[in-house]
């Protein structure tokens, strides 16, 4: 049975901060920001923005009532949740009026949790062929104003149908993965924003990554010349691109230089909206899928998730990828955002809401929203 996904739905808040003014505010050379790191543009959440809704407007961008009749799963894999008890999943049901015979729950593992999610639905679907899982990824990558890791900061959802004979990508269940206890990142529970050691980060993915391709190679008796692409996990633009140079030298040119440039196609949208945290490998995939990809394609993927936990999968693309993924809605949704002052941006990132806010309908801009903190509980309202 051919198990995969079958349609892809993106969501990024309205406004943006441009990197170059990002990097003037704090006295940064730009090329340091765009070359350096490889970001052009940050995506800015509102207070009435979280996990939830955002979760929420990517998977309402794909769901006809068809699929939600059939949906047996829902996963949803993110490290910003909102509540420490209640899932991400069990919001979403009044949201997106879910039928209640639904499994669902809530990932947690840094930026592999989606990942998680999409093996586990192909599992169930494997044994519920006539059912459907959706998988979301939804996050926010904070770590403070004026932090090393600001301007790898960004927000947004992915949400994913998986279904048997799917549309878009052929999930060939073939994948080797690794967990090692690792203090490259962290957030604790009582803070909003992320720890890390940057460049030790960078080591430890770059090192996972040439260890899953060795088991690969070893376990499947593959060679390069297996796939055309290799999409990563995008905490920024030039971290994937550090991986893809262990290749360098190693493969032939031709091959190197084919990798290199679908990459650059897989980056577009990560480098308008920035880090998705569990997001950003299926950004990668949905920018290489508008923007290059070729049916019959297989693709080598590569998920990290700090702490660590890596995986390294392979897919292939369909013959008919064009139709699970609404290219229009997500190139306008990029197009149509605002740019916000780093002043602006700096006043909102204070803004947290306590118990007893109740926010103003009027000045909602996004079509889900925490309308109220009641009795310490989020409430959350759909626009109309
Ligand atoms: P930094 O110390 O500000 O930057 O931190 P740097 O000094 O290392 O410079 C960055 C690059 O810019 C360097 O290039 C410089 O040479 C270059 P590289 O050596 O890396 O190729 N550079 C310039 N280029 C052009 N013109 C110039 C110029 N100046 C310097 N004038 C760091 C950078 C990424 C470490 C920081 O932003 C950070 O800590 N970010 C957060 C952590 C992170 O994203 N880690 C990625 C791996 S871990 C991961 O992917 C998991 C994660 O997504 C979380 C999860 O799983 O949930 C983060």
């Not at 993965?177 to 720890?195: C, E, H, I, L, Q």
Request: proline letters at 3%; a negative charge; one cysteine or more.
């Amino acid at each position: 049975m051919n198990i995969g996904i079958d349609k892809i739905g993106f969501y990024t808040p309205k406004d943006y901060i441009d990197i170059v003014e990002l990097a003037k505010a704090r006295d940064v050379d730009p090329n340091k920001f765009t070359i350096g790191i490889g970001q052009d543009k940050q995506a800015v959440p509102r207070p009435y923005e979280d996990a939830v809704t955002m979760a929420a407007s990517s998977a309402d961008s794909i769901l006809t009532e068809a699929d939600k009749a059939s949906l047996g799963l829902l996963i949803v894999g993110t490290e910003s949740s909102v509540d420490e008890s209640k899932s991400t999943a069990a919001f979403l049901m009044d949201l997106l009026e879910l039928p209640e015979d639904i499994r669902s729950f809530e990932i947690k593992q840094a930026c592999y949790g989606a990942t998680a999610g999409l093996q586990t639905a192909y599992d169930f679907v494997s044994q519920n062929p006539d059912k459907k899982a959706l998988v979301i990824a939804t996050d926010i990558a904070r770590y403070g104003i004026k932090t090393p890791g600001e301007v790898t900061q960004g927000a947004g959802s992915v949400a994913m149908i998986v279904s048997q004979n799917p549309r878009v990508l052929k999930l060939n269940y073939k994948s080797v993965y690794m967990t090692k206890n690792v203090g490259d990142f962290w957030r604790p529970t009582f803070s909003k924003t992320a720890f890390a050691r940057g460049k030790y980060s960078n080591e430890i993915y770059v090192d996972f990554f040439k260890t899953l391709w060795e088991k690969y190679q070893t376990k499947y008796s593959a060679t390069i010349d297996d796939f055309s692409t290799l999409l990563f996990h995008i905490p920024y633009t030039k971290m994937g691109t550090k991986a893809l140079r262990t290749l360098e030298g190693k493969i032939p040119d031709d091959k190197y230089a084919e990798l290199t440039e679908h990459y650059q196609q897989s980056i577009k949208f990560s480098r308008e909206v920035g880090n998705l945290y569990t997001g950003s490998l299926y950004l990668g995939l949905l920018s290489y899928l508008i923007n290059g990809a070729r049916s019959g394609e297989e693709l080598l993927m590569f998920s990290y998730g700090s702490g660590a936990v890596g995986e390294l999968y392979s897919a292939e693309i369909q013959k008919d990828f064009a139709s699970g993924i609404v290219s229009e809605n997500v190139l306008k949704m990029l197009n149509e955002r605002k740019k916000m002052s780093i002043s602006d941006y700096e006043k909102i990132y204070q803004i947290e809401y306590q118990n007893g806010t109740i926010v103003d309908p009027e000045a909602v801009e996004s079509k889900f929203y925490l309308s109220e903190i009641k009795d310490n509980e989020r409430l959350y309202k759909k626009n109309k």
